[in-house]
T-cell receptor, first 113, second 111 residues
């Protein structure tokens, strides 16, 4: 049973436009959420995170929004650049982080020139 | 800093063989993790460690063993390899909850 769901396997966005990647979760005990970016043949790279006490966190072109009542979070990338083409994983954690992350299946973002 | 390093990068095993995947980190992180990623899937936690001498099972531990004798190293042992263990294996480390740092992965094929 998937506790973190990314329902869009792929997303194509034009360069310069906004990319919005979505993630839903079912476990109400999750209190920390992270986005990772992954290029082929490399390990995932941490991108941005948000605690459940916040509803928004911003870092440069990347913003993560959290809607706890809907158990939904989204990653906004503005403006989208060719180097943003990668697989994006949503991940979640509960109660301190020591026992690892629960990942979604990922969304392959393709930035079109 | 090299970050998290993993060896080997690729390996082909025959059914029933054993091997150890090596993982080392030079960031003095207490927490270390092993994940596997199957095609089209997210990463799944195999084992984790909160410090030297302490390990615990994750979501998919069957067929694997780990040890943590030092802060730096966290090897993953596969005994009696099976085709179901064909996957990409990622090691990660963390000093806090901000995020885990991942190694480049080991691609394992069991034939």
């Amino acid at each position: 049973d998937q506790q973190v769901k990314q329902n869009s396997p792929s997303l194509s966005v034009q360069e310069g436009r906004i990319s919005i990647l979505n993630c839903d979760y079912t476990n109400s005990m999750f209190d920390y959420f992270l986005w990772y970016k992954k290029y082929p043949a490399e390990g995932p790279t941490f991108l941005i995170s948000i605690s459940s006490i916040k509803d928004k966190n911003e870092d440069g072109r990347f913003t993560v929004f959290l809607n706890k009542s809907a158990k939904h979070l989204s990653l906004h990338i503005v403006p989208s650049q060719p180097g943003d083409s990668a697989v994006y994983f949503c991940a979640a954690n509960q109660g301190g982080g020591a026992d690892g992350l629960t990942f979604g299946k990922g969304t392959h973002l393709i930035i079109q020139p | 800093n090299a970050g998290v390093t993993q060896t080997p990068k690729f390996r082909i095993l025959k059914i029933g063989q054993s091997m150890t995947l090596q993982c080392a980190q030079d960031m003095n992180h207490n927490y270390m993790y092993w994940y596997r990623q199957d095609p089209g899937m997210g990463l799944k936690l195999i084992y984790y460690s909160v410090g030297a001498g302490i390990t615990d099972k994750g979501e998919v531990p069957n067929g694997y063993n780990v040890s943590r004798s030092t802060t730096e190293d966290f090897p993953l042992r596969l005994e009696l390899a099976a085709p179901s263990q064909t996957s990409v294996y990622f090691c990660a480390s963390s000093g806090n909850r901000v995020g885990q740092f991942f190694g480049p992965g080991t691609r394992l094929t069991v034939l």
